[in-house]
């Protein structure tokens, strides 16, 4: 049952992640080309000085970095989107397991550390005074 409620989302995540590192990679590629371009081409250069030929690069890099951030934040709130549900899902199914079978053996499951791993724990038994008889 976890496995179909948290199927839509599985390797979704990572997947977001590796897209956006692959668009960060190609727009840096465009970017340093066109800033390499850009200083080569004497058109765009009417500087008579090779000290005025930082202009039109510097102002491609500029662009790229402000670039990053608008897509950075996109990606970012994407993900925490997709992450947010996942946990959402995976505690309904955790309190929905409880009510049906867990909690009337004295066991109460619970999603881990970032949804990473799901938790059993023993409630404690007021009747039952050592560990041993809690454990049996």
């Known amino acids: 049952m976890a496995t179909n409620a ?18 960060f990679a190609g727009v840096f590629l ?5 800033a390499i371009l850009s200083g080569l081409i ?3 250069n009417k500087a008579k000085k090779k000290s005025g030929r930082w202009f039109w690069p510097f ?5 790229y970095i402000i670039i990053i ?8 709130k994407r993900l925490s ?4 549900m ?8 955790c309190r929905a397991e409880n009510n049906r079978l867990y909690l009337k053996h ?6 881990g550390y970032n949804g990473l791993w799901v938790t059993f724990e023993i409630l404690p038994n007021p009747d039952l005074n050592s560990y041993v008889s809690n454990a049996r």
């Open 6 to 23: 948290l199927q839509p989302f599985h390797g979704l995540m990572h997947k977001r992640q590796k897209i956006k590192y692959c668009v």
């Open 30 to 34: 465009i970017f340093l080309l066109a």
């Open 42 to 44: 004497p058109a765009l």
């Open 59 to 63: 102002l491609i890099m500029v662009a």
């Open 69 to 76: 951030l608008v897509l950075n934040h996109y990606f970012t």
């Open 81 to 84: 989107y997709y992450y947010r």
């Open 86 to 93: 996942g946990h959402f899902v995976l505690s309904i199914l």
């Open 106 to 111: 004295g066991i109460e499951m619970r999603p």
